[in-house]
T-cell receptor, first 113, second 114 residues
């Protein structure tokens, strides 16, 4: 069956350290993968998109990698701050050719001052 | 000030009643989506529309209906046939002109059915 797996346990991390989240997928061949941030009771906000022919993408303190052989994406927040505390969702295109997305369940990050 | 609006933020209904959730966007996006989110769960796609007057079922369409009469509007009706309607409902839109672009989400409507 098709799966998008993110760690269900919250990641507690000290301020200033790098937080690393993992997104693994099974039985998909996505053309791209996206990461979103969601705060409690609010809609997700887009952060980064990485395509299958890209190994790495950066935006300010965020970095995403995409390994189509391992079927995995890593999401890094460097120099983490308490304001980075949120749930981070990965999403991919389950059907190449349109803009439909399938989402993982999300991974909560708690940055401790 | 462009974006997506959903109303109301909280909605309470009695079991057996149909209820319609509003979603409006002024981003001039062709594609619009409805998701449902339950506690500890990811977003699950209910319906999506890539163009006016056309829409497709997502992964969990049973008990829901939609319409897309205008580009800006994509209302979702939760019918009495939906067995577990209590959830957080999110509407989103995206540009259809290029593949793989981000979805913009509204603030969500939390529906409680008792």
């Amino acid at each position: 069956s098709q799966k998008i797996e993110q760690n269900s346990e919250a990641l507690n991390i000290q301020e200033g350290k790098t937080a690393t989240l993992t997104c693994n997928y099974t039985n998909y061949s996505p053309a791209y993968l996206q990461w979103y941030r969601q705060d409690p009771g609010r809609g997700p906000v887009f952060l980064l998109l990485i395509r299958e022919n890209e190994k790495e993408k950066r935006k300010e303190r965020l970095k995403v990698t995409f390994d189509t052989t391992l079927k995995q994406s890593l999401f890094h927040i460097t120099a983490s701050q308490p304001a980075d505390s949120a749930t981070y969702l990965c999403a991919l295109d389950p059907s190449r050719g349109n803009n439909r997305l399938a989402f993982g369940k999300g991974n909560q990050v708690v940055v401790i001052p | 000030d462009g974006g997506i609006t959903q109303s109301p933020k909280y909605l309470f209904r009695k079991e057996g009643q149909n209820v319609t959730l509003s979603c409006e966007q002024n981003l001039n996006h062709d594609a619009m989506y409805w998701y449902r989110q339950d506690p500890g769960q990811g977003l699950r796609l209910i319906y999506y529309s890539q163009i006016v007057n056309d829409f497709q079922k997502g992964d969990i369409a049973e008990g829901y209906s939609v319409s897309r009469e205008k580009k800006e509007s994509f209302p979702l009706t939760v019918t009495s046939a939906q067995k577990n309607p209590t959830a957080f409902y999110l509407c989103a839109s995206s540009s259809q002109t290029r593949q793989g672009y981000e979805q913009y989400f509204g603030p969500g409507t939390r529906l409680t059915v008792t």
